[in-house]
């Protein structure tokens, strides 16, 4: 896919400061994640119990404080998406649903529910959907990206079957957010690093991709397909520069990081600057309606 002019402006000017060779750039807040997976567990203290009473959601945290404002595009998902707390000159990780914000024109608003090492499982079991259906307004619209956790299988908090209770979810979430008068819009999990033979990216996430596609397609429900662009854009790359979008830090580069890390799922933020950068572009094409709120 081509990126908008806007959008393609926006990646030069920024000239992909602050990513892992410079501590000092900007980008908004980060936390580490856990390298391979899509995220160890938000950093702060952890959410209440679903049957809690919790503050209404603030747009870049949790909890969140309500604001009857212009529509909302509001975000659920994993790490790759989610907001990180530490400032970027402490940690290099960034979230592609952080930098998305910065693509929005007013008086469009983004809220971002996006935590570290949520599946659709635990995302409902934690009260975190119950948290986003309390703030959405009718015009709302609400994407949801996720897949890296519900793959697994070896943790039964997060993990869901891609064909039964993974679509069973997100089945559910499409319901619940046109019942409030929102627009549901569903995303592919994001590409990690990974490549294979005469430099192709291979699929790590199994069936999770196309049981999303699957189920945009049975409910009519607009597509992202950032697995599908995410890896043309890894491919068009190549091995060697794509690790300048990821976590790949040199040792003694990051007092955060002194040993260095790989890490071929979570980016840097000139990696989630260029896939929000595709996400913004993608939106426009599948939600007319959202075709205005993108520069």
Same mark, same amino acid.
């Given at each position: &896919?081509?990126?908008?002019?806007?959008?393609?402006?926006?990646?030069?000017?920024?000239?992909?400061?602050?990513? /892992?060779?410079?501590?000092?750039?900007?980008?908004?807040?980060? =936390? @580490?994640? =856990?390298?391979?997976?899509?995220?160890? =567990?938000? /950093?702060?203290?952890?959410?209440? @119990?679903?049957?809690?009473?919790?503050?209404?959601?603030?747009?870049?945290?949790?909890?969140?404080?309500?604001?009857?404002?212009?529509? @909302?595009?509001?975000?659920?998902?994993?790490?790759? &998406?989610?907001?990180?707390?530490?400032?970027? $000159?402490?940690?290099?990780?960034?979230?592609?649903?952080?930098?998305?914000?910065?693509?929005?024109?007013?008086? $469009?608003?983004? *809220?971002?529910?996006?935590?570290?090492?949520?599946?659709?499982?635990?995302? *409902?079991?934690?009260?975190?959907?119950?948290?986003?259906?309390?703030?959405?307004?009718?015009?709302?619209?609400?994407? #949801?990206?996720?897949?890296?956790?519900?793959?697994? $299988?070896?943790?039964?908090?997060?993990?869901?079957?891609?064909?039964?209770?993974?679509?069973?979810?997100?089945?559910?979430?499409?319901?619940? #957010?046109?019942?409030?008068?929102?627009?549901?819009?569903?995303?592919?999990? #994001?590409?990690?690093?990974?490549?294979?033979?005469?430099?192709?990216?291979?699929?790590?996430?199994?069936?999770?991709?196309?049981?999303?596609?699957?189920?945009?397609?049975?409910?009519? *429900?607009?597509?992202?397909?950032?697995? @599908?662009?995410?890896?043309?854009?890894?491919?068009?790359?190549?091995?060697?520069? =794509?690790?300048?979008?990821? &976590?790949?830090?040199?040792?003694?580069?990051?007092? /955060?990081?002194?040993?260095?890390?790989?890490?071929?799922?979570?980016? *840097?933020?000139?990696?989630?600057?260029?896939?929000?950068?595709?996400?913004?572009?993608?939106?426009?094409?599948?939600?007319?309606?959202?075709?205005?709120?993108?520069?």
């Amino acid at each position: &896919m081509l990126l908008g002019a806007a959008a393609a402006a926006w990646l030069g000017a920024c000239g992909h400061a602050g990513d /892992a060779g410079s501590p000092g750039g900007a980008g908004g807040a980060g =936390s @580490a994640g =856990s390298a391979g997976g899509a995220g160890a =567990s938000a /950093a702060g203290a952890a959410p209440p @119990a679903a049957s809690a009473s919790v503050a209404a959601p603030t747009e870049r945290g949790w909890p969140f404080p309500r604001a009857a404002l212009h529509p @909302a595009l509001h975000l659920a998902g994993d790490s790759t &998406m989610a907001d990180k707390p530490d400032p970027p $000159a402490l940690h290099p990780e960034r979230g592609w649903g952080q930098l998305l914000r910065e693509l929005l024109r007013e008086p $469009a608003r983004l *809220v971002n529910h996006a935590a570290n090492g949520r599946s659709t499982r635990r995302f *409902v079991d934690e009260g975190r959907w119950a948290h986003l259906l309390s703030q959405l307004q009718a015009g709302d619209f609400v994407l #949801v990206q996720f897949g890296h956790n519900d793959q697994k $299988a070896d943790d039964p908090r997060r993990f869901a079957d891609a064909d039964t209770d993974f679509k069973a979810y997100l089945r559910r979430f499409v319901a619940e #957010v046109r019942a409030r008068g929102a627009t549901a819009l569903l995303a592919t999990p #994001v590409a990690r690093r990974k490549f294979g033979a005469a430099g192709r990216v291979e699929n790590t996430l199994g069936r999770y991709p196309q049981a999303l596609r699957e189920v945009a397609t049975e409910l009519g *429900v607009p597509l992202v397909d950032l697995n @599908a662009l995410t890896t043309r854009h890894l491919e068009a790359l190549g091995p060697e520069a =794509s690790k300048e979008e990821f &976590m790949w830090i040199e040792p003694g580069r990051w007092a /955060a990081l002194p040993q260095g890390r790989r890490d071929d799922t979570h980016y *840097v933020l000139r990696g989630a600057r260029a896939t929000a950068a595709l996400a913004a572009q993608a939106l426009r094409e599948a939600a007319p309606a959202l075709r205005d709120w993108f520069r």
